[in-house]
Every structure is written in structure tokens, then in C-alpha cells.
């Protein structure tokens, strides 16, 4: 399966933003998906992701209570809806899909660049 992440876009802190990923070819449904990001300097890391069932999702810590994820079927898209954006947020985010959604997964879409400015 092909994604295409998309949404990235410079805010403040404080505003909401939605990122997408778009899946193409397969449908992403059938693939547990995970949201990653990697600020300046710093390495990749995982900020959540939603399995096959859509009620089951995990967050990392520092995004907890603020950021979720959630798919639609129908658009073969999921996506990651982040509020009470910090300075910290500041990233590039990839969305990848797999039989597991972590850094091994066997799919990985181009980066969409976050900047949260304070």
C-alpha cells in the first residue's frame, strides 16, 4: 500500500490541526497504522497508532488526551487530529501501516512538517 501524509502546516500554540494518510493500491483497513514524527536533531519516534479494529488505538505520553486517531473507511484514509498544539509538537510526521505499526512496519508515506510556533 502507497501513503501519502498530508496536513502539515505552520500554527500556534494552542490551535488544532489534522493531519491525513492517505492509503492508495490496498486498503488500509487492513493494516494496523501508526503515526510517527522526528523533531530537529532528535530521532524518529512513535506518537500513536489504530489497529485493524478501530476502537483500539494507543497514544504516546506526551500526546495523551491531546491528539487521536480514527479511521474512514470509505476514504481509505486515517488520520491524527491534534489539539493543544506545543512548541514542542514542532515535527516532521510519517504515517506507516503494517501488520504492526511500529518501526517495522512494511509501509512508510513522506514526511508532513508540523511547525508550532509559541
Known amino acids: 500500500v502507497q501513503l501519502q501524509a498530508s496536513g502539515g502546516a505552520l500554527v500556534q500554540a494552542g490551535e488544532s490541526l489534522r493531519l491525513s494518510c492517505e492509503g492508495a493500491?490496498?486498503?488500509?483497513?487492513?493494516?494496523?497504522v501508526g503515526w510517527f514524527r522526528q523533531a530537529p536533531g532528535k530521532e524518529r519516534e512513535g506518537v500513536g497508532c489504530i489497529s485493524t479494529n478501530p476502537r483500539n488505538t494507543y497514544y504516546s505520553e506526551s500526546v495523551e488526551g491531546r491528539f487521536t486517531i480514527s479511521r474512514d473507511l470509505d476514504k481509505n484514509t486515517v488520520y491524527l487530529q491534534m489539539h493543544s498544539l506545543k512548541p514542542e509538537d514542532t515535527a516532521v510526521y510519517y504515517c506507516?501501516?503494517?501488520?504492526?505499526?511500529?518501526?517495522?512496519?512494511?509501509?512508510w508515506g513522506k514526511g508532513t512538517l508540523v511547525t508550532v510556533s509559541s
Open positions: 506507516a501501516a503494517g501488520l504492526r505499526a511500529d518501526e517495522s512496519a512494511d509501509y
Open positions: 493500491e490496498r486498503p488500509l483497513g487492513n493494516y494496523a
